[in-house]
């Protein structure tokens, strides 16, 4: 084999190894940051840079009973317990609904309907699947406002009863 094909063809492969591995270089793996990668959305408190309590995956899913729900998790960062405020309320100020949940040292919370989870019904809303809601978190100290989306129940894996998606397929 003639010395310039060698080296064009050692070019070529590290051209296409450094193409094939460039992905996971300039793309880091989401491990370090929390990202909206569902439906509803998050909320973090923090001091210092280290976050002390957040809220995961909010979202008011409203069933075709009307009987409004929040569901999601309240997640305490710290070594002692939290009690986290949250109160849903509309474009023009009017409240939903209010609840305080108690989350132990270290742990998180499930905001939903399903066993060992905390049920924090909303209720009839003056607002319709699609739009938002505005959701305010706050541990006593320090605050913070989300947008809250509102969805119907018509996505499967949003389980109002409790059931998981194994027994509504059995």
């Known amino acids: 084999m003639r010395p310039t094909r ?5 070019v070529a492969a590290l051209g296409l190894a450094l193409s094939a591995s460039g992905c996971a270089y300039f793309n ?3 491990t370090h940051e929390f990202y909206q990668a569902a439906d509803g959305t998050n909320a973090n408190l923090s001091v210092d840079g280290h976050y002390t309590v957040g809220v995961r995956n909010a979202i008011v899913i409203v069933p075709e009973s009307g009987e409004a729900q929040l569901i999601g998790a ?3 960062y710290t070594d002692d317990e939290v009690t986290v405020s949250l109160e849903g309320t509309t474009a023009d100020g009017t409240a939903v609904f209010a609840t305080r949940v108690a989350v132990p040292a270290k742990q998180t919370v499930t905001l939903s309907a399903g066993e060992g989870a905390q049920q924090v019904a909303v209720g009839e809303l003056p607002t319709e699947p699609g739009e938002f809601l505005t959701l305010s978190v706050s541990d006593g100290s320090q605050s913070t406002e989300i947008s809250l989306p509102v ?3 018509s996505l499967e894996y949003y389980d109002l009863d409790g059931a ?4 509504a397929q059995a």
């Open 164 to 167: 998981s998606a194994e027994d």
């Open 151 to 153: 969805t119907t129940d």
């Open 74 to 76: 309240v997640a305490n």
């Open 28 to 30: 880091p793996t989401q």
């Open 6 to 10: 060698r080296l064009a063809l050692t």
